[in-house]
């Protein structure tokens, strides 16, 4: 068990530009959850993953804001025109999808929007 | 929008004493977990209580459940410098699976 692994730890970017980000579950999860942590708040909750089908997205989350995970193993976050309001920590989180899992998080992914 | 609230927000106490944080939430849940984050690290899972459950321990962590308030608390006995950290409660929804809400947090400053 290596954790949840995320890439880049972070990123800075000027405003419109696009930005990926990566994760890398713990290889025996199926679910997959990416949330958005801002300064002195909690995890807000973005989407999630059974394997390789999207169950939920935020509403909160705009057209700009896309994840996928092609095989069911890793995931992408990317992020189109960013705007300062974008900057954030982005959490992935996976676990297994039977009982009550806890969720197991990277370090997450910093970015900071210029 | 945010499922939970917590209270205190903030919480500095001497290292040695008891800690206790609250959380409230607003709708039927299948369980509440909560969660520790180091300043710029990720979270990390401490404990969970089922909706039919009212206490569970681990360690010097107690989590106490009271779903006809929609309250929960956590209490860490003897608490140590190292236990400074952000603390988190999560839901879980009734009917819902998988998708854990997150409430604001309490920041816990443990003075040595």
């Known amino acids: 068990d290596t954790g949840v692994s995320q890439n880049p730890r972070h990123k800075i970017t000027k405003r419109g530009q696009n930005v990926t980000f990566r994760c890398d579950p713990i290889?025996?999860?199926?679910?997959l959850y990416w949330y958005r942590q801002t300064l002195g708040q909690g995890p807000e909750f973005l989407t999630y993953?059974?394997?390789?089908?999207?169950?939920?997205k935020s509403r909160l989350l705009s057209d700009r804001f896309s994840a996928e995970r092609p095989k069911g193993s890793f995931s992408t976050l990317e992020i189109q025109r960013t705007e300062q309001g974008d900057s954030a920590m982005y959490l992935c989180?996976?676990?297994?999808?039977?009982?009550?899992?806890?969720?197991?998080f990277g370090n997450g992914t910093r970015l900071t929007v210029t | 929008s945010q499922q939970g609230e917590e209270d205190p927000q903030a919480l500095s106490i001497q290292e040695g004493e008891n800690a206790t944080m609250n959380c409230s939430y607003k709708?039927?849940?299948?369980?509440l977990q909560w969660y520790r984050q180091n300043s710029g690290r990720g979270l990390v899972h401490l404990i969970l209580?089922?909706?039919?459950?009212r206490e569970k321990h681990s360690g010097r962590l107690r989590v106490t459940l009271d779903t006809s308030k929609k309250s929960s608390s956590l209490l860490i006995t003897a608490s140590r410098a190292a236990d400074t950290a952000s603390y988190f409660c999560?839901?879980?929804?009734?009917?819902?699976?998988?998708?854990?809400?997150f409430g604001q947090g309490t920041t816990l400053q443990v003075k040595p």
């Open positions: 709708t039927s849940i299948n369980n």
């Open positions: 993953f059974q394997n390789e089908a999207q169950l939920e």
């Open positions: 209580i089922r909706s039919n459950e």
């Open positions: 290889s025996e999860h199926n679910r």
């Open positions: 989180a996976s676990s297994i999808d039977t009982g009550d899992p806890p969720l197991h």
């Open positions: 999560a839901t879980v929804f009734s009917g819902n699976t998988g998708k854990l809400i």
